[in-house]
């Protein structure tokens, strides 16, 4: 049996080291180690890492802790966006969805598009009848609907300001972008990414991010790495982050560490915010940032576990 090894990240954002209750830290950890644990449990049973992501991924969208499916932000229409993506890279299959509002975990729809339709990305209300066609568990938008979250759309819904997230146990003004992804490597060398969105709290409606689009916030090839973004989705689209990680392991033979720095590092130059969780076929993993905090969490090759928020 191969090597195995799974990463995930919960969003990155400006949260300060002791500015979160050592409660609320407890509790993000916990969901962090959960979702990780119900990944490596699948690929510790010589599952695929395809199942792994999209398993790790729904213990994150489950939870209102992360904005993402139970945990979304609204948009500037007061209403729950989503956005999520999937790709397998041993084949580069890929499925995606946006703008859904009633599909209860999009990572799931996204899986579905890959693998039952001929398309890659499906939106709107297409994608929603798709998602129920396949089965999927369809809730009313009222499932979504957190006062966390609300509150704090009602308090920029007015000033166009688009991203500034408080919540129970955070202070007013943190800037978390909170999306879920997650990557791994099974143990049979292939690789997957998975991320899913609420998107950005009071986005305009109708705005898709990074996050669904295949090589901006989502990608992966056995041949390089696995990738799944979070932060200002416009800045990643534009620097067609995922992919362009990707590109520089296999023309230019970086490693993913090199790789991911040199392409955090142009995102910043335009001024965007974020991270992202990379994984390559031997299972290195890199989890680098450009803001103050990252939920984030992996199981190495070696079996051991962490869980982290700040720097
Ligand atoms: N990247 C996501 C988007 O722009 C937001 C996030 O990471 O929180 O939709």
Redesign the pocket.
Known sequence: MGNYAIAIHG??GSLMTGTVTAEKEKEFNDKLSEALQAGYNILSKEGTAIDAVEAAVRVLEDSPLF?AGKGSVFNSDGINEM?AAIMNGKNLRAGAIAEVHTVRNPISAARAIMEKSKHVLLASTGAEKFAKEAGLEIVDPSYFYDDNRHKQWLATKDNDSI?SWAGDGIPEGTK????VGCVALDSQGNIAAATS????NN?KFGR????PIIGA?TYANNKTCAVS??????Y?IRNVVAYDISALMEYKGLTIAQATAEVLKKVALLGGE?GLVAIDAQGNISAPFNTNSMFRGWINTAGEKFTGIFR
Do not use: L, P, R
């Not at 978390?176 to 999306?179: A, D, L, R, S």
């Not at 969105?197 to 950005?200: A, C, L, N, S, V």
């Not at 898709?208 to 996050?211: E, K, L, P």
């Open positions: 969003g990155a904005n956005d991203n978390k972008h909170g999306t969105t609420g998107g950005i986005k898709v991010g990074d996050s916030g973004c979070t932060g200002e989705g416009e990643f974020g």
